[in-house]
């Protein structure tokens, strides 16, 4: 059963935090939260997953794909292998900085260049 209740609480602490900055290639801690249906949910008790920063937006928002440990193939999945993850290209989404908790770190050049090339092949 997912808990919208718990998520309700934490979108509410989530709004009164400060704008965090971010660069393209980040790949940060996300509170993505708790979805309908198949979206991707976060997970533990702060809702999150590692998203990746696809492209800054303004300052307090971002586009960003989220990312997963499981090896996925397929035109809707991207290896990073530097990472161990894959990026969920249907899942691509604006985020505010506010949903970030912490950043894990930053992926390769190449690999970046490959994923967005990839992102606009599906699109």
Known sequence: MKSFDDWNILKK???NRNTIYVSERDIWFCSVGINVGSEQDGKHELFERPVLVLKKVSLNTFIGLPL???KKKGSWYVEIKSTNSSAIIPQIRLFDTKRLTRKIGVILIEEFE????EVKKYI
């Open 13 to 15: 602490e989530l709004e």
């Open 68 to 70: 997963t440990s499981i």
């Open 114 to 117: 490959n994923i967005r090339y």
